[in-house]
């Protein structure tokens, strides 16, 4: 896709409404394949000193929600980050829609709930495969390691292989309380952000870029 679709009248009532059903509609498609930047973004948790980025894979998105679902180990420390502080960023960038996404939010743990059912069988087993890793993620080694039982390694189990990583599978769900977008264009940049409240868009307002 060749840069943001924009509006045709900037100065329409609606050019922001517009742009932020864009934004929903290219972030679905991002969770539904491979292919778009959106796919990939990352996401920002906050520690006692500081704070600690990692690249995440969208997975689904509900736009009537302002919610964006990953997952996850549960034993990684950005649970527990999360569950110390639930205030999260994320952060998106698309080279083809020449945009970047910056996502305030509040995030939630999901396991063995409807929501964490839904995505682990929207699934696939070579995605899922990740969390029958007998180890805790981030331990040291003592040497290489793909913390992987040695019965599913180098390849693409079958489902039923698999079931005993849903007890270390878990979803972050983020619902965002801001969006701000930048497009770069040759011909002028823009900027805008959004506000929710309870995943319920409130506001939108243009910003200088
Ligand atoms: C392209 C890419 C996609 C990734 N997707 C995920 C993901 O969806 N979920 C996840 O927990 N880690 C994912 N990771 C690994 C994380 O970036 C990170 O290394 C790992 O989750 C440990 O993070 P933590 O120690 O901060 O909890 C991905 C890494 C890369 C390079």
């Known amino acids: 896709m060749p840069n943001f679709p924009l509006p045709l009248d900037l100065t329409a009532a609606h050019a922001l409404s517009s742009i932020h059903s864009q934004c929903w509609k290219l972030l679905n498609t991002a969770a539904r394949g491979n292919e778009a930047g959106w796919r990939l973004p990352v996401l920002a948790t906050s520690m006692q000193n500081g704070c600690r980025q990692r690249t995440v894979v969208l997975r689904n998105v509900q736009a009537d929600r ?7 180990d549960k034993r990684s420390p950005k ?11 994320l952060l998106f960038y698309d080279h083809d829609l020449a945009a970047q996404l910056q ?8 396991q063995n709930d409807d929501l964490a059912t839904m995505v682990w069988e929207e699934g696939t087993p070579a995605s899922l495969k990740m969390y ?3 180890l805790v993620p981030g331990v040291v080694c003592q040497t290489a390691e793909f913390n992987t039982p040695a019965s599913l390694q180098g390849r ?3 489902r039923a292989e698999i079931l005993s990583g849903q007890s270390t599978f878990c979803v972050i769900e983020v619902v965002a309380n801001t969006i701000e977008w930048l497009r770069l264009s040759r011909d002028g940049n823009l900027r805008a ?9 409130q506001t939108a307002e243009w910003m200088a870029p």
Request: proline share 7%.
């Open 66 to 72: 302002a919610s964006l679902l990953f997952h996850t």
């Open 103 to 110: 996502i305030e939010g509040t995030a939630n743990i999901h």
């Open 156 to 158: 693409i189990p079958d």
């Open 132 to 134: 029958c890793a007998p």
């Open 79 to 89: 649970v527990q980050q999360i569950e110390a502080d639930p205030n999260v960023s």
């Open 193 to 201: 952000r959004f506000f929710y409240e309870a995943g319920r868009l």
